[in-house]
Structure formats: C-alpha cells, structure tokens
C-alpha cells in the first residue's frame, strides 16, 4: 500500500490507497474459507487421560475445550450451536470422535489454563501498552430482565500490550475501576524490552519504576502541568524540556510516539472480529475468554 498525503490536512492526515488490488481482494476471499483440519497431535489428545485417582474422571482433555471454545468465539457462536458445528464437522471429516456438549464447555472453561500464544522474538522490542473497555451482562441487567425497567452496562478492562508488528505478547484482564498504570504488563514480557509506549494515562511513578527495572525507556507525554526535578524519572524531566522548547506535537514526532497507535489498532481488530462484549458470565470463564481472543489475534496477525 501507498500513501497519499490529504489535501484537507496535508501536515497531520494521511489516506492509504490499496496497490496489491489483486492479494488483498485474494485476501478477503480466504476470510470465508472455513477448511477445518486435525492434527494427529490433536486426535490424539482430544479424549484426557486417566488421572488414577478416585472419582469421576474427565472425559475431554484442555485441547479439546479450548478448540471449541475458539470456534465460538471466532464464528460468534452461543455454545449450544457450537456443539452442534463441531458433531456436523466431525461426521463431514469421517472422525470418531465425541464433541463437548455445552454444560461441559461452560463448566470446564472457569477451570481452562490458556497460555498466551505468540512467536518467540530474538532481539529488543517496543512494546505499546493500553487498554479498553469490554461489556459484559452485568447483575444489574440480568435483573431488569427478569423484573423490567433498565439495568445498568457492566464492564470489564482488557490491558494489552503489543509489540511493532502487532503482535499481543502480555495481555491481563481486571475490573472497570482498576487503574490502567497499576497494572504491571512490562513484567510479563519475557523478550528484552527497548522502549515503552504509552498514553497520558501511564504518567505515573509504578509505570516509571517497571520500565527503568528493566532498562527500557519510557515514551508517555506527561501532563500539561508536570514540573522539572520531579521524583518520577530523568527521562520525564527530559521530555518535559522537550515539550517547552519544541511543544508537544513535535515531540511526540520525535520520540516515535505515533506507535502507540499499534495498540489502538489491536483493540480495532479485536472488537471488528470478535465482538466489543463478553459472551462468558463468570470472572474466571472471562479470564480464558480474554486469553483465547488474544490468541485468535495472533494467529491472524
């Protein structure tokens, strides 16, 4: 792709216009294909194996619930038609073996250990940090349904942080009211970490102390009223200078501060193609929801 500079904001606009018409029209043909295969990795550990210990033993293993569980949420299924997609899937591939039925996907998905999933990376990364708002079917509308009138939207906070190509390498999901700096994404990162991205938000003394533990530098404009000799970082007193000499725009062209778009644009592509809500009712069955999307995400990227 190309671009081409906006005749209404030519300094700060830019518009795209595609040039591979012919890979990205391909492209958008293949987001229909729904070609489903197993592994024999996969078929083989689809039904879990004997714990030898008392009681009930479990009858599908964690492979075979979180595959059903990403085919909800990649097709938008309620997980009654999921199962039912799976049995019609299995008896069109010939395979013998038995699907989940629903009250075992709801039940087993609270108890799901989900890792996140992404390519290792060898060098330094930026990480891009935010987060964004998820609806969920709070008490107080399950209640307006039940007895009428209006409930009130429950949310839930999704925190990611990704890398330059897009890629979601820490992901933590909390409630609404939890701060978006007290949420410490950069030690999850396993990958030595160059540089840390993020809005006015993470202007704060803890998202400071995680980036310089380890060694990475921290590009976030801080607030307009900030002062010099503060007790947050030397590198904030240097963009406070910055910002007095050259204003805050400038800047923020300086310091690489538009790749904090990469987050914004994860948080596009996840709300487009799976949904701005979540389809689980519990804390727990949403944490592995969270985690399948983030691994979704980056299996299309």
Same mark, same amino acid.
């Given at each position: 792709?190309?671009?081409? /500079?906006?005749?209404?904001?030519? &300094?700060?606009?830019?518009?795209?216009?595609?040039?591979?018409?012919?890979?990205?029209?391909?492209?958008?043909?293949?987001?229909?294909?729904?070609?489903? #295969?197993?592994?024999?990795?996969?078929?083989?550990?689809?039904?879990?194996?004997?714990?030898? /210990?008392?009681?009930?033993?479990?009858?599908?293993?964690?492979?075979?619930?979180? @595959?059903?569980?990403?085919?909800?949420?990649?097709?938008?299924?309620?997980?009654?038609?999921?199962?039912?997609?799976?049995?019609?899937?299995?008896?069109?591939?010939?395979?013998?073996?038995?699907?989940?039925?629903?009250?075992?996907?709801?039940?087993?998905?609270?108890?799901?250990?989900?890792?996140?999933?992404?390519?290792?990376? @060898?060098?330094?990364?930026?990480?891009?940090?935010?987060?964004?708002?998820?609806?969920?079917?709070?008490?107080?509308?399950?209640?307006?349904?039940?007895?009428?009138?209006?409930?009130?939207?429950? #949310?839930?906070?999704?925190?990611?942080?990704?890398?330059?190509?897009?890629?979601?390498?820490?992901?933590?999901?909390?409630?609404?009211?939890?701060?978006?700096?007290?949420?410490?994404?950069?030690?999850?990162? &396993?990958?030595?970490?160059?540089?840390?991205?993020?809005?006015?938000?993470?202007? @704060?003394?803890?998202?400071?102390?995680?980036?310089?533990?380890?060694?990475? &530098?921290?590009?976030?404009?801080?607030?307009? @009223?900030?002062?010099?000799?503060?007790?947050?970082?030397?590198?904030?007193?240097?963009?406070?200078?910055?910002? /007095?000499?050259?204003?805050?725009?400038? #800047?923020?062209?300086?310091?690489?501060?538009?790749?904090?778009?990469?987050?914004?644009?994860?948080?596009?592509?996840? &709300?487009?193609?799976?949904?701005?809500?979540?389809?689980?009712?519990?804390?727990?069955?949403?944490?592995?929801?969270?985690?399948?999307?983030?691994?979704?995400?980056?299996?299309?990227?």
């Amino acid at each position: 792709m190309s671009s081409k /500079r906006s005749l209404v904001h030519p &300094k700060f606009k830019t518009k795209y216009r595609v040039t591979n018409w012919s890979d990205y029209d391909q492209s958008l043909v293949e987001r229909g294909n729904i070609t489903l #295969w197993l592994s024999p990795d996969a078929m083989a550990t689809w039904n879990a194996k004997p714990t030898h /210990r008392r009681g009930g033993q479990r009858k599908y293993s964690d492979v075979a619930i979180e @595959t059903a569980l990403t085919l909800r949420m990649l097709l938008h299924f309620p997980l009654r038609q999921t199962e039912g997609f799976l049995r019609s899937i299995f008896d069109l591939m010939g395979v013998s073996l038995d699907v989940p039925d629903h009250t075992t996907m709801s039940r087993r998905s609270a108890r799901l250990a989900v890792p996140l999933r992404s390519r290792p990376r @060898t060098g330094a990364i930026n990480l891009v940090i935010d987060s964004s708002g998820l609806s969920i079917f709070g008490e107080g509308q399950w209640a307006a349904v039940k007895h009428g009138g209006k409930g009130i939207q429950g #949310w839930r906070k999704l925190h990611l942080g990704v890398d330059d190509n897009g890629v979601i390498v820490a992901q933590a999901l909390t409630n609404s009211n939890v701060d978006d700096a007290g949420i410490n994404l950069i030690a999850e990162v &396993k990958t030595k970490i160059k540089t840390v991205i993020g809005d006015g938000a993470y202007d @704060t003394r803890a998202f400071y102390a995680a980036a310089e533990t380890r060694g990475a &530098k921290v590009v976030v404009p801080p607030d307009k @009223t900030a002062t010099i000799g503060g007790e947050l970082s030397r590198g904030r007193d240097q963009a406070v200078r910055r910002i /007095r000499k050259v204003g805050r725009r400038q #800047w923020k062209t300086g310091v690489g501060y538009h790749r904090q778009a990469r987050a914004e644009n994860a948080f596009f592509r996840l &709300k487009t193609i799976l949904g701005d809500r979540m389809r689980a009712r519990g804390k727990d069955a949403q944490l592995v929801e969270a985690r399948i999307a983030c691994n979704i995400l980056n299996r299309l990227t």
